[in-house]
């Protein structure tokens, strides 16, 4: 099991560009979770998706930001136009389907770090 | 204010010795998680401890857990040079939006060889 995988590690944007950042979920998990980590922070609920549908956006800025989860494939968290305090370490963590997301951990990937230049 | 605050923000040890660290939150919780992250790298989950515990161990990890209080400790013994990384808490409150977790800003450990 190869764990929960994040690519890129490492992102540099200028400002302006797009970054999309990819989350694959550990084998047998359908529901991802991205959280954002500013610099000498904790990290920050983002969104939490489950395949094709998006369940709780609400920690995601309304513009620029979106999140998906298709049938195949990764998770991507898209950010369009990216600036400056967009640069952070972004996290997805996954979870088993019907599972009692309340009473375990969670498993996170590595991290995508971006840097907007 | 935010949920998860850790305390304190920064502890230097010497190897051996042991480690406390405490986190305080603010709503109802259904449990509590304690995570470890080394420089630069992911989260590592490390224990949880449900609203209806009071004490928890793992290996050398002890958790302890004051819901009167709000409040938890982690408490690592006979610290290694490995150990040193930030520890957060993170909450999971309880009732709708229970998958959520709310991290405090942590509290970054060195321990001294």
């Known amino acids: 099991n190869a764990g929960v995988m994040q690519n890129p590690r490492h992102l540099v944007r200028r400002r302006g560009q797009e970054a999309r950042l990819r989350c694959s979920p550990m084998?047998?998990?359908?529901?991802v979770y991205w959280y954002r980590q500013l610099p000498e922070e904790g990290l920050k609920f983002m969104v939490y998706?489950?395949?094709?549908?998006?369940?709780?956006e609400s920690g995601m800025p309304k513009e620029r930001f979106s999140a998906e989860f298709p049938k195949e494939g990764p998770s991507i968290l898209r950010i369009q136009q990216v600036v400056r305090g967009d640069s952070a370490a972004y996290f997805c963590?996954?979870?088993?389907?019907?599972?009692?997301?309340?009473?375990?951990?969670?498993?996170f990937g590595s991290g995508t770090r971006l840097t907007v230049v | 204010s935010q949920q998860g605050e850790e305390d304190p923000q920064a502890l230097s040890i010497q190897e051996g010795e042991n480690a406390t660290m405490n986190c305080s939150y603010k709503?109802?919780?259904?449990?509590l998680q304690w995570y470890r992250q080394n420089s630069g790298r992911g989260l590592v989950h490390l224990i949880l401890?449900?609203?209806?515990?009071r004490e928890k161990h793992s290996g050398r990890l002890r958790v302890t857990l004051d819901t009167s209080k709000k409040s938890s400790s982690l408490l690592i013994t006979a610290s290694r040079a490995a150990d040193t990384a930030s520890y957060f808490c993170?909450?999971?409150?309880?009732?709708?939006?229970?998958?959520?977790?709310?991290f405090g800003k942590g509290t970054k450990l060195s321990v001294i060889p």
């Open positions: 709503t109802s919780i259904n449990n």
């Open positions: 084998k047998g998990h359908s529901h």
């Open positions: 963590a996954s979870s088993p389907p019907n599972k009692g997301q309340r009473s375990y951990g969670y498993t």
């Open positions: 998706l489950q395949k094709e549908n998006i369940i709780d």
């Open positions: 993170a909450t999971v409150p309880s009732g709708a939006g229970s998958y959520q977790l709310t």
């Open positions: 401890i449900r609203s209806n515990e």
